[in-house]
């Protein structure tokens, strides 16, 4: 579906072509003297191409406070589905489709509303859904029960006849100006199990990954940084901010402060920048759920505005059930929803990331039981000279089911030492880019190890581009990153 060149996006309000033009009808809502007041009004707005399209839908709630919802609606046509959704749990049935609300936006007060969406594929018509249903009680409304309420159901009242145009159409991206990866792909979103950028076309970013900013921040400055995107061509750096190992938690301002500035640096370069919260030991991220509530919200504050912000929650869970990380992620993500309500969450697995292989398990548990949010995506790491085709059966089998991004893996041993396998790590770079999975290599520092990517030392000069300060490792990275990135631009 994604592959399919989009038109221009329009609303359903203002376009003619693609059928039917429903918006929120208005009439006075049904209620009974002693049930609380009920009644809805739902916008539903589309863009459509040949056999798919996005559509967004507001939800008011034109009675008393809820709880929680269930928004329920009709496809007019039988070969409309639903193929994926956010801001809400979403199920289709036949043509029936519901959704139902998520932890944070279930509670909706007397006229508040709320927005959510999905993606979705048609075969011979895309007509708008006309009816809705919130909670069972029929949305027809626009004003609040305060009169005496017909004993009846109020006739339909028909769509408005002229086009009202109170808001304006969504923008649609126009053509990028810039050549760096943020310049062209702008805010990203999770689409199926792809990473998309914002002409909604799946892309692969590849980069590298700092090693802990506690001991190698004399590796990342203007020079270091300039090597990456320019030399290496890279769009993406990993900030890896570990917790314990005198790392946040010995320093929470300072290390805050120390990866925004990161995020800063990534940005004016047209970087991706992936802010780790680098928990390994102990590897229960519940141990660390208060810091990472502090440390995710300050930063999603602070750079919500910007377009090139991925955050991972937690680096290589270990030693905990995979309902311990899920808990974990439905108590952080929130958090990081509510400043920044578009950005892509990246959720570690079971394993040390191993979508659960490591510890004897494998990704069926995170597809039966997947983080009840929107716009995320899970984590998978491997070290090459260690990881081989067990790991790599199991991540092709998770890719057609989960959105997976590599946020770290080596060349070598999973030591972060050794020599570099260079056929296994061929062997996994190919795959991820046949699979078009992002990734981050460990590590983008001169540590004394074989996974470094600058020889020791490098980071006390100032000259970090080309392959005389670099690593086997670092030569093996860098002839693979700066190989020319194909991203669609419409
Ligand atoms: C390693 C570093 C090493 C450091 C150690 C403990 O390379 O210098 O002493 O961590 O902090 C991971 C972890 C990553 C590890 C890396 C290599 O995410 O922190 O870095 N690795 O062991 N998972 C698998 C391997």
């Known amino acids: 579906m994604s592959s399919i060149p989009r038109p221009p996006r329009r609303t359903l309000l203002v376009s003619g072509a693609v059928g039917a033009l429903a918006l929120a009808a208005t009439a006075v809502l049904p209620m009974t003297t002693a049930a609380a007041a009920t009644g809805c ?32 609606f009709t496809f007019p046509d ?23 609300n998520m932890s944070y936006n279930g509670a909706l007060g007397s006229g508040a509303s709320t927005t959510i969406g999905f993606n ?51 923008t649609t991206p126009p ?73 946040y938690e010995t320093n929470p301002a300072g290390f805050t402060s120390q990866v925004n500035t990161l995020v800063d640096k990534a940005e004016a370069r047209g970087l991706y920048a992936l802010i780790d919260f680098h928990t390994l030991t102990p590897g229960d991220p519940m141990y660390n759920l208060d810091r990472a509530k502090t440390f995710f919200a300050a930063v999603s504050a602070r750079n919500a505005a910007k377009k090139n912000v991925i955050y991972e929650i937690t680096n290589e869970p270990n030693g905990v059930s995979w309902s311990t990380i899920k808990n974990y992620a439905e108590q952080v993500i929130p958090v990081i929803r509510a400043n920044d309500p578009d950005a892509v969450v990246i959720v570690g697995t079971r394993g040390w990331s191993s979508l659960g292989v490591s510890e004897g398990g494998n990704s069926d548990e995170i597809v039966n039981n997947p983080v009840r949010a929107d716009n995320i995506m899970y984590t998978f790491h491997f070290y090459a000279a260690s990881h081989q085709d067990t790991y790599r059966n199991e991540l092709q089998r998770a890719a057609s089911r989960l959105p997976l991004f590599v946020t770290e893996f080596g060349t070598v041993t999973y030591t972060g030492d050794g020599a570099v396998d260079a056929a296994s790590s061929t062997t996994w770079l190919d795959l991820l880019d046949r699979l078009k999975i992002s990734y ?49 631009t419409s």
């Open 41 to 72: 009004a739902v916008t539903y707005t589309t863009n459509s191409w040949p056999g798919g399209f996005t559509a967004n839908l507001t939800i008011q709630n034109l009675g008393d406070p809820v709880s929680a919802w269930a928004l329920g």
């Open 78 to 100: 039988s070969g409309q589905r639903v193929t994926q959704g956010w801001s809400a749990t979403w199920q289709q049935s036949g043509s029936a489709v519901t959704a139902q």
């Open 120 to 170: 979705g594929a048609w075969t011979t018509a895309n007509p708008a859904p006309t009816a809705f249903t919130l909670n069972g009680t029929t949305c027809t409304g626009g004003i609040s029960p305060t009169t005496a309420p017909p004993t009846t159901l109020p006739p339909t009242t028909p769509p408005p006849t002229t086009p009202p145009p109170t808001t304006p159409p969504p």
């Open 175 to 247: 053509p990028p100006t810039g050549t760096t990866p943020v310049a062209i792909n702008g805010q990203l979103r999770v689409c199926g199990v792809s990473l998309c950028n914002q002409y909604g076309r799946p892309i692969q970013l590849r980069g590298m990954s700092t090693h802990g900013l506690q001991w190698f921040a004399n590796c990342y400055n203007d020079a270091s940084l300039d090597a990456l995107a320019n030399d290496w061509q890279a769009d993406l750096l990993r900030i890896s901010m570990y917790v314990q190992e005198k790392g």
């Open 440 to 488: 981050a290599n460990w590590t983008y520092s001169d540590a004394g190890e074989g996974s470094a990517a600058f020889r020791p030392g490098t980071c006390n000069g100032g000259s970090y581009a080309g392959t005389a300060v670099l690593t086997d490792s670092g030569n093996f990275m860098r002839n693979r990153i700066r190989t020319p990135d194909s991203f669609p």
